[in-house]
């Protein structure tokens, strides 16, 4: 299967919401995951499941499903948010067990 | 304190080996399903191979299928990565992830990762 797509680059300013998109055929059959990864620093799960956070991770974080669409949304952007994102799925085949989006930069303004 | 520590990163040669290591830590490590996942410099996360709870079950990348084995010995709490001909586009942090048990199907803990680098 192949690789979900993402924007590579987003923007928001500080306190607005954003919607970061994931898009693949894999999507439809299984939950999409989220992971923020900040500069040298493993990624960190932030959304999993039909739309459950971790503990620690706060509630501005949330993540729904249409179709072949996965989004994360962050409402009310704070600046430790800034990061890079990535949405994860199981794949459809043994040496595609998990794909991974391409990941997208988010600018907090 | 539940975690997992890669070790065994270096910086290697074209064409050679190396093992990476993850010891795991504060969980019962034998009930998990486990993979590799590595980030090249700069660049996007890759699912590189999984390896199931008893070691009977394995998944490579078409990345890596022929160079990678991966494996695990329960009794020490630990996953390997045994990396052979490498190539300059092996070079990447190498990040040990745990795959919860859960049908949701996510990674719930990852290690701070061990730096490959190929290079003449």
């Known amino acids: 299967s192949s690789e979900p797509t993402q924007d590579p680059a987003l923007s928001v300013a500080l306190g607005q919401t954003v919607r970061i998109t994931c898009q693949g055929d894999?999507?439809?059959?299984?939950?999409t995951s989220w992971y923020q990864q900040k500069p040298r620093q493993a990624p960190v799960l932030v959304i999993y499941?039909?739309?459950n956070r971790p503990s620690g991770i706060p509630d501005r974080f949330s993540g729904s499903r249409s179709g072949d669409t996965a989004s994360l949304t962050i409402t009310g952007a704070q600046a430790e948010d800034e990061a890079d994102y990535y949405c994860?799925?199981?794949?459809?085949?043994?040496?595609?067990?998990?794909?991974f989006g391409g990941g997208t930069k988010l600018t907090v303004l | 304190e539940v975690q997992v520590v890669e070790s065994g990163g270096g910086l290697l040669q074209p064409g050679g080996s190396l093992r990476l290591s993850c010891a795991a830590s504060?969980?019962?490590?034998?009930?998990?399903?486990m993979n590799w996942v590595r980030q090249a410099p700069g660049k996007g996360l890759e699912w590189v191979s999984h390896?199931?709870?008893?070691?009977?079950?394995?998944y490579y990348a078409d990345s890596v299928t022929g160079r990678f084995i991966i494996s695990r010995d329960n009794s020490k709490n630990s996953l390997y990565l045994q990396i052979n001909s490498l190539r300059a586009e092996d070079t990447a942090i190498y990040y040990c992830?745990?795959?919860?048990?859960?049908?949701?199907?996510?990674?719930?803990?990852w290690g701070r990762g061990t730096l490959v680098t190929v290079s003449s």
């Open positions: 504060g969980f019962s490590f034998s009930s998990y399903e």
């Open positions: 894999s999507l439809r059959n299984y939950y």
């Open positions: 499941g039909k739309n």
């Open positions: 994860n799925s199981r794949g459809s085949s043994a040496n595609h067990r998990w794909v």
């Open positions: 992830a745990r795959e919860s048990p859960s049908v949701d199907w996510y990674f719930d803990l």
């Open positions: 390896i199931s709870s008893t070691g009977n079950t394995k």
